[in-house]
T-cell receptor
Framework: GENVEQHPSTLSVQEGDSAVIKCTYS??????FPWYKQELGKRPQLIID?????GEKKDQRIAVTLNKTAKHFSLHITETQPEDSAVYFC????????????FGAGTRLFVKA | ETGVTQTPRHLVMGMTNKKSLKCEQH?????MYWYKQSAKKPLELMFV???????ENNSVPSRFSPECPNSSHLFLHLHTLQPEDSALYLC????????????FGSGTRLTVV
């Protein structure tokens, strides 16, 4: 069946370094790729998204890239800060052939001060 | 508040009890969702409603019964649950079931004893 693989499951970086989280999806019909951040004990929040007609999108310190051919998309966080520590989830959605959104398993990011 | 409110925040119930989870959104969204979040597992889609009509039932056991009386309210009725049903139950809404990000509620932490 369709799935989304997310790596790594845990990532520890030093404050100020960059962090990269990668996801691979299996359904080539997927056309929308959001990223969510979930801090401990809180709700997941949408932080950035990208649609299939775009290769890259940036919002301040975070950016997302999409390679449709390889079915990869990645989240890049630059100049990490302790408040970036959270679990990050990627997802792949499609609207053709029925509704479907599949989430990755999540990446726990630790930013050490 | 993000616009999606879930009650109660915490619930402890016995296996023979009947309880209901409530979700309310004031964002004017047309789609609402129930997700189950268990430790070390991806977010699991349970139900999707679009314009009050159920469009997805992701092979969820019948002991979980959703209800969507209008586009602003969503319920999850629970009965004869099992201990393995203990999890965080998240409600979310989006503009439509198309390529739009979700706004999540804070969740109901359910413990079945």
């Amino acid at each position: 069946g369709e799935n989304v693989e997310q790596h790594p499951s845990t990532l520890s970086v030093q404050e100020g370094d960059s962090a990269v989280i990668k996801c691979t999806y299996s359904d080539s019909a997927s056309n929308y790729f959001p990223w969510y951040k979930q801090e401990l004990g809180k709700r997941p929040q949408l932080i950035i998204d990208i649609r299939s007609n775009v290769g890259e999108k940036k919002d301040q310190r975070i950016a997302v890239t999409l390679n449709k051919t390889a079915k990869h998309f990645s989240l890049h966080i630059t100049e990490t800060q302790p408040e970036d520590s959270a679990v990050y989830f990627c997802a792949a959605s499609k609207t053709t052939g029925g509704f479907k959104t599949i989430f990755g398993a999540g990446t726990r990011l630790f930013v050490k001060a | 508040e993000t616009g999606v409110t879930q009650t109660p925040r915490h619930l402890v119930m016995g296996m023979t009890n009947k309880k209901s989870l409530k979700c309310e959104q004031h964002l004017g969204h047309n789609a609402m969702y129930w997700y189950k979040q268990s430790a070390k597992k991806p977010l699991e889609l349970m139900f999707v409603y679009s314009l009050e009509e159920r469009v997805e039932n992701n092979s969820v056991p019948s002991r979980f019964s959703p209800e969507c009386p209008n586009s602003s309210h969503l319920f999850l009725h629970l009965h004869t649950l099992q201990p393995e049903d203990s999890a965080l139950y998240l409600c979310a809404s989006s503009q439509d079931t198309g390529t739009y990000g979700y706004t999540f509620g804070s969740g109901t932490r359910l413990t079945v004893v």
